[in-house]
């Protein structure tokens, strides 16, 4: 199947080690925010999401932090396992907005 | 279904040929929407609809781009005339209400020769 971001930048961690995937937002008006994940040759899968009136939310094995004051959202993964390769993408809105923003996203890369 | 279903799943076209690619949401899912992402790139708004009606169409690149709902339910983005600039991964995704979560389907490639 075809590479998904192939000129992204690349985040190479080892199995077992836990990941964490940075994304900066553009708009201060954004107050809702999702890291999906995308396999080659598949649509974006949703992994969690946040709102602004949160600063952490944890999933299983996930966590996502929010920093409005610096506009930056990070993914955590634990336990990085080889499943997780793939190309992460953050996504803001905003909530008058139908439309979601994607980051550049981050290829995440997992070594045996 | 389960999940957003899209077809087909890859096209060739030839420049000038119109095209025709179908969505079919998740059951009960009020919002729907297109995106269009490039190689290596992150998906782009094209256009955004609430039941049948078409509410956002800021992010289609040209008139030659046209989308519908007719019923609310299953949607079909139309490019006229198509162009190698065309050529892409065209995603759909819906979600129960505006402003939650989105699920995509797994896209359509087109590919303009």
């Known amino acids: 199947g075809e590479s998904v971001g192939l000129h992204l930048p690349t985040l190479s961690v080892q199995e077992g080690d836990n990941s964490i995937i940075n994304c900066a937002y553009s708009n201060s008006a954004s107050d809702y925010f999702i890291w999906y994940k995308q396999e080659s040759g598949k649509g974006p899968q949703f992994i969690i999401d946040?709102?602004?009136?949160?600063d952490k939310r944890q999933g299983q094995r996930v966590t996502v932090l929010l920093n409005k004051t610096v506009k930056h959202l990070s993914l955590q993964i634990a336990a990085t396992q080889p499943g997780d390769s793939a190309v992460y993408f953050c996504?803001?809105?905003?909530?008058?907005?139908?439309?979601?923003?994607f980051g550049t996203g981050t290829r995440l890369q997992v070594t045996l | 279904g389960a999940g957003v279903s899209q077809s087909p799943r890859y096209k060739v076209a030839k420049r000038g040929q119109d095209v025709a690619l179908r969505c079919d949401p998740i059951s009960g899912h009020v919002s729907l929407f297109w995106y269009q992402q490039a190689l290596g790139q992150g998906p782009e708004f094209l256009t955004y609809?609430?039941?049948?009606?078409?509410?956002?169409k800021s992010g289609l690149p040209s008139d030659r781009f046209f989308a519908e709902r007719p019923e609310g339910s299953v949607s079909t983005l139309k490019i006229q005339r198509t162009q190698q600039e065309d050529s892409a991964v065209y995603l759909c995704?819906?979600?129960?209400?505006?402003?939650?979560?989105?699920?995509f389907g797994q896209g359509t490639r087109l590919t303009v020769v």
């Open positions: 995704a819906s979600s129960f209400l505006q402003n939650t979560e989105a699920f």
């Open positions: 609809f609430q039941n049948e009606a078409q509410l956002d």
């Open positions: 946040i709102r602004s009136n949160m």
């Open positions: 996504a803001e809105n905003t909530g008058t907005a139908s439309k979601l923003t």
